[in-house]
């Protein structure tokens, strides 16, 4: 049995040193053995001091994804090598698309990758939202919106690529599969306030590339079950994808970072 503190959006940057104490003290008060944290944790400059900021409070094993704001203000490519060395030296920090399939209990294994909003779901031609991400991330700025768009499916195809890596033999070892993920996979976990995001906001805040490869392993394992857990759109809801497939999206507000949820895993 495993006790999960789940927590996400919790954009540290925005916060002071004390509030991160207040967060890691929530965190130990639930009784927590290990944290999972799915994305936008800090912005590039930070994010990597963020990290360590947490491992030292908790002492716990940090089970984390990155999300759009962690690349803000940097680029991709070196926020992910930045992080992949800072958890080469600290032994229990695991950033998940470089940790394949983890052992959480017999029964239970845990995947995760970032995850990408890539455009697909609703209508991006028509669409007129424009996220800071064209702007503050290095690889998607200065693109124009053809361009901005394959660079989205490519993102999403990234992640999607990963889980159909590490799917096959997490399904094979465990009953039960835990995904973390930053951005929602599918339409019907893509709350925002209270309603599913319109035809505007789907291609920028949800991953269909993700949940194409999630639906179709779990239609092939009805004797598994499937927990994802995502953010990125600040709003809390649940999801039924299919019988097994369940999706937790989690609430956030800028300054007021929380544990969403302790997880209680056999
Ligand atoms: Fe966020
Ligand atoms: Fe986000």
Wanted: hydrophobic share 40%; net charge negative.
């Amino acid at each position: 049995m495993r006790r999960l503190a789940w927590l996400t959006d919790v954009h540290l940057n925005f916060v002071t040193p004390g509030h991160v104490d207040t967060l890691c003290r929530a965190v130990r008060d639930e009784g927590a053995d290990a944290v999972l944290l799915g994305g936008d944790i800090g912005e590039a400059p930070d994010v990597e001091a963020q990290l360590e900021g947490l491992d030292a409070r908790l002492g716990l094993p940090i089970y984390f994804v990155l999300g759009n704001h962690d690349y803000y203000r940097g680029s991709i490519a070196r926020v992910r090598a930045g992080v992949e060395a800072l958890c080469a030296r600290s032994p229990r920090l695991h950033w998940l698309p470089r940790s394949g399939v983890v052992e959480l209990t017999p029964e239970t294994a845990l995947v995760g990758h970032d995850g990408w909003a890539d455009g697909r779901f609703g209508d991006y031609e028509r669409s007129d939202v424009l996220l800071n991400d064209y702007w503050l991330i290095e690889e998607l700025s200065g693109l124009d919106k053809r361009d901005r768009l394959l660079r989205l499916n490519a993102l999403g195809d990234e992640a999607a690529a990963h889980f159909r890596a590490v799917l096959p033999e997490a399904l094979a070892r465990s009953r039960r599969v835990i995904v973390l993920t930053h951005v929602p996979p599918f339409r019907e976990a893509c709350w925002h306030r209270g309603k599913i995001s319109d035809d505007d906001w789907l291609p920028h805040f949800a991953c269909r590339a993700v949940g194409e490869v999630l639906r179709e392993a779990m239609a092939a394992h009805p004797e598994c079950e499937m927990t994802v857990l995502c953010g990125h759109t600040h709003s809390p809801g649940e999801a039924q994808v299919l019988p097994n497939l369940r999706v937790l999206t989690g609430g956030a507000e800028y300054g007021r970072p929380e544990v969403q949820r302790l997880l209680t895993v056999p």
